[in-house]
């Protein structure tokens, strides 16, 4: 089974100014999604971005999603989540427990 790998971003946090540059990215929050073609599994949390270099300035407008990727994922261990995720995967395959309710209930 392929896995396939899915970034979201569903908040940033901006700067209104910072020096010259306006509407500065200054944090990112992510999500990672895994997806076997039978379960789904999920990480999240979120990165403080380095001060950006204003030669190559992008403003939060400006920002595309291939852009937050590159941004996010050299401060991530993308291999350590990805594990993580694959461990996931495989106890909703196998679970390892099971919730149950009472059997007088």
Not at 90 to 105: M, N
Request: hydrophobic fraction near 40%; aromatic fraction near 10%; include cysteine.
């Amino acid at each position: 089974m392929t896995t396939t790998y899915t970034w979201s971003f569903p908040q940033f946090c901006t700067k209104p100014t910072l020096g010259e540059l306006a509407d500065v990215v200054c944090e990112v929050h992510w999500r990672l999604r895994a997806d076997d073609g039978t379960h789904e599994a999920e990480v999240y949390g979120s990165v403080t971005l380095p001060e950006p270099d204003p030669d190559n300035f992008l403003d939060f407008e400006t920002l595309s999603e291939a852009e937050a990727i590159t941004w996010v994922t050299p401060l991530l261990d993308v291999p350590a989540l990805e594990t993580r995720l694959a461990a996931m995967l495989a106890e909703k395959a196998s679970p390892s427990t099971v919730t149950r309710a009472a059997p007088w209930a």
